[in-house]
């Protein structure tokens, strides 16, 4: 054929992966294959949680001390040329890569640097006290030098990143971590505050604030959107006081029958959904810290992946998302997570594909038909991910892919 034209439009503007970086280190050549596969199957933003308690790989140019702290080896960092590569790599493939520097926890390694009080509880035991996993660690919303330091990083991460919308992270803040610090709760009571839950959500909300007027003057005196994660910030009662629907915009990873998601929805924030039992790709392996499986099992195949459709979450919530509904327009997307405790680049293709390949056709087309229709497809999409050099899981004996139609139960 001569001349061809297509119409095409995707059903939801954001589609994304989340590769965690902090836990074990990726190199630029696995990230931007993981780049091609998205750019193959119409994903459109690259999220790049950069750093976490484990290790700093991201090189700052204000503070190199934090990588050269925090990073596992001097090989193992991100510098500015690096993420330019990246950056300027997924530009040409229509990918955004959007940037996440998650604080006020998940934080510890690379900190080290800035003397005492700017955290708090790092690498503190037993660790279950403190935070989720080890090693522990929380910023000191106290210490004035904390966003001295955090606004050097975010502009060196406004210099580098060409996004349109910034994830500030904000997930598993520990009040018994904060509780620890002598400093904090002197601080606190200074300012006439107890020592309740309610108290450590309004210093919470009080570290938020000037952390986001920091992402402010580092993007040239510019509001952007804000990407967090669901927490105790996020909940019913707290939502209200402390963050603006124009401002913020909320990332599930509670599962998709979660009643907070329509309360969301209900006050008015975008949405992206990353609900853990559809979209969490480290989930059903052996555990790490314990005996069994890992806390979010079982494994997740690619069929309910496919069938998380994030309308119809909505719909079984109570919440009207039918064509010209407000809270239709609220709902932006998903994203399908990777965290990275168990998994390095020998691992990370077959994680990732051809998986989420499933949550691309969903997101693009979101079909009437169930996951039977769409076999065939993802066999042979799988196939042409291994032919771009994507390493990508095997579903089904390759029989099946030679007799279309002849491998789904009938029954």
Same mark, same amino acid.
């Given at each position: ?11 939801? *503007? ?42 700093? *790989? ?15 080896? *001097? ?48 690498? +503190? ?79 919470? %909300? ?51 029958? %979660?009643?907070?998601? +329509? ?18 790709? %480290? ?52 994203? +399908? ?30 079909? %009437? ?43």
């Amino acid at each position: 054929m001569r001349d061809v034209n297509i119409t095409d439009s995707p059903a939801f *503007p954001f589609r994304a992966l989340v590769l965690d970086t902090a836990r074990n280190y990726f190199s630029v050549a696995s990230i931007k294959r993981t780049i091609d596969g998205m750019a193959a199957s119409k994903l459109n933003t690259f999220h790049w949680h950069l750093t976490d308690s484990h290790s700093f *790989p991201f090189q700052s140019s204000t503070y190199p001390q934090l990588s050269q702290y925090g990073a596992y080896t *001097p090989q193992q960092i991100y510098t500015p040329q690096d993420i330019t590569s990246v950056v300027e790599y997924a530009r040409a493939r229509g990918v955004r890569v959007l940037p996440e520097f998650d604080a006020p926890a998940h934080v510890g390694e690379g900190w080290q640097w800035a003397g005492p009080n700017v955290t708090v509880c790092v690498n +503190a035991q037993p660790w279950n006290k403190y935070c989720v996993e080890p090693p522990c660690g929380q910023l000191n919303p106290t210490n004035d030098t904390v966003y001295e330091i955090l606004g050097g990083i975010y502009h060196d991460i406004f210099a580098l990143f060409d996004s349109d919308m910034f994830h500030m992270g904000g997930d598993e803040v520990n009040f018994e971590c904060w509780r620890s610090s002598l400093d904090i709760v002197n601080w606190m009571t200074s300012q006439g505050m107890g020592q309740t839950n309610d108290d450590y959500l309004q210093l919470w %909300d009080m570290f938020q604030k000037k952390a986001y007027m920091k992402v402010v003057e580092a993007n040239g005196g510019n509001e952007i959107p804000i990407v967090l994660w669901t927490s105790h910030l996020t909940a019913e009662g707290a939502i209200d006081k402390y963050l603006d629907n124009e401002i913020y915009i909320i990332q599930i990873w509670t599962t998709g029958r %979660d009643a907070a998601i +329509a309360n969301l929805v209900n006050k008015g924030f975008r949405v992206i959904f990353s609900n853990y039992d559809a979209l969490y790709f %480290d989930c059903g392996f052996g555990a790490w810290v314990a005996e069994g499986n890992n806390w979010c099992s079982p494994y997740i195949g690619w069929h309910k992946v496919y069938m998380n459709n994030p309308y119809t979450l909505l719909t079984n919530l109570g919440v009207d998302v039918s064509p010209g509904t407000a809270a239709r327009e609220l709902v932006l997307g998903a994203e +399908a997570a990777l965290w990275t405790e168990q998994v390095d680049e020998s691992s990370l293709d077959g994680r990732f594909w051809p998986r989420a390949a499933a949550m691309a056709e969903r997101l693009w087309s979101n079909p %009437d038909e169930g996951w039977q229709q769409a076999e065939y497809r993802m066999l042979a999409h799988r196939e042409r991910l291994v032919q771009r050099g994507i390493q990508s899981e095997a579903l089904e004996p390759q029989w099946c892919y030679q007799n279309e139609g002849s491998c789904p139960s009938q029954g």
